[in-house]
């Protein structure tokens, strides 16, 4: 796990001092004085679980308050709310911010440098992890979970259609697919990607990145051979219809088919799980969850999806005690497990991964240890994948061109908006 894993960022998330270095800085924890008294702080975030995490520790800590304030998710306008807020100065001390979207948030100055406070709790985490939530040697969050790929599947409707086995390349999925269309057409084998979180994490697969950095520049190669091998695979299973063309585990349309009978799988990482137990509940004991199928037979490359850290936003005057509760969502045992079972979190701590929890069989999942699946998956994951500094923008241009036209087409299409955004930061670029 710590092999590959830890690989992963080493390289790559060191680009993003080429970020701050871009940028005017953002707010410090040394500019901060000390409280005097009791401390109230509010948390914003989206994460299942995070409110009792929250209210763990108002019970350890009475003279820390932290109120929690459930939000919509950051791509779904949860850092507009965060970065309208520091602009009113009125913004809360701690945000969920993914890895995705830290670079995308230095930008707009929204994070607060922590690192007086958080260097020493640092090494409970996964090296890449932390490196994906800091930048130019600066702190900027505190790592919560990550989320390695699987392929999640309706055991009932596998054993209805015939199906032995889940797919184990994407060959074989494609060929379950057209099986099931043809016995049903009214039912789908699985979901479409529906924006740049998917297209992203499917394309991390193949081995090919979105950004990489050469001589203090910005290299965007979005519309890459591995997104346009990815593109041209999906867009064929919708053309044929085999696929739904939206849906997920927290989208409505997917609860509505899966309640129906009328979806076998879809593709996401190990925190959905806690989508799919939650909206759900019905179906406990017919879904299970299987490695990502791979492009080639025997291999076992899997892929990273999403994954947060708490960060402490711009303006914050109790920066010392909001990394503190930082470090307890992340880390205390207790919170830990909460996260795990409450919310699906696969733990970036290094002492959570070996949480007892993490090896017991899940009753949802009919008693399947679905954590040794997300295990494998999170220990083959590419060391390839660079963050880029407007993943926001990115995900905001993919969904709309998604919706416009095909996958191919919106691929070339975020390209040139992704080299042209970066530009207008001041930024030095280039596409390749």
């Not at 109230?40 to 209210?55: H, L």
């Not at 879809?266 to 990502?292: C, Q």
């Amino acid at each position: 796990m710590r092999t590959s894993a830890s690989r992963a960022a080493g390289a790559a998330f060191l680009s993003l001092a080429l970020l701050v270095a871009g940028c005017s800085s953002s707010g410090s924890a040394d500019d901060a004085a000390a409280p005097s008294g009791p401390v109230s702080m509010e948390f914003w975030g989206w994460a299942p679980g995070y409110d009792k995490i929250t209210a763990q520790w108002n019970a350890a800590h009475p003279d820390i308050k932290v109120t929690f304030k459930q939000i919509p998710s950051g791509a779904k306008g949860g850092y507009d709310q965060m970065t309208n807020a520091i602009t009113a100065g009125k913004a809360p001390c701690l945000a969920q911010v993914t890895y995705n979207d830290i670079p995308s948030m230095l930008v707009k100055n929204a994070l607060m440098d922590i690192t007086p406070y958080a260097s020493s709790d640092t090494g409970k985490y996964l090296d890449w992890t932390v490196a994906a939530s800091s930048a130019d040697g600066k702190v900027y969050g505190l790592p919560v979970d990550i989320g390695p790929m699987a392929l999640y599947y309706r055991t009932d409707l596998f054993r209805k259609f015939g199906i032995a086995k889940p797919p184990a390349t994407w060959d074989e999925y494609a060929a379950d697919a057209a099986k099931v269309h043809a016995a049903d057409p009214a039912v789908a084998f699985g979901t479409a990607p529906q924006d740049a979180y998917d297209m992203a994490a499917l394309t991390w697969q193949t081995g090919k990145s979105w950004f990489g950095t050469q001589g203090g520049a910005w290299q965007v190669s979005i519309d890459n051979p591995g997104t346009q091998q990815v593109a041209t695979y999906w867009q064929g299973l919708k053309d044929k219809k085999l696929v739904m063309n939206n849906g997920n585990a927290w989208d409505p349309n997917f609860d509505k088919a899966s309640e129906a009978g009328q979806v076998m799988t879809f593709v996401n990482a190990s925190w959905a799980a806690a989508g799919i137990k939650g909206d759900l509940k019905d179906l406990a004991g017919k879904w299970a969850v299987a490695p990502l199928p791979t492009w080639t037979a025997g291999d076992h490359t899997s892929a990273n999806s999403g994954g947060s850290a708490t960060s402490v936003l711009t303006g914050c005057k109790t920066p010392k005690e909001a990394e503190q509760f930082a470090a307890f969502l992340s880390s205390d045992p207790e919170a830990v497990s909460t996260g795990i079972t409450v919310g699906g979190l696969y733990p970036a701590s290094k002492t959570g991964l070996e949480n007892p929890l993490l090896s017991q069989g899940d009753p949802y999942f009919g008693g399947q240890k679905i954590y040794d699946v997300f295990k494998e998956s999170a220990a083959n994951i590419p060391a390839t994948w660079v963050v880029g500094p407007t993943f926001g923008q990115v995900e905001a241009d993919y969904s709309d061109a998604i919706g416009k036209g095909g996958y191919a087409q919106a691929t070339t299409t975020v390209q040139q908006k992704t080299i042209d955004k970066i530009k207008s930061l001041g930024l030095s670029v280039s596409g390749s």
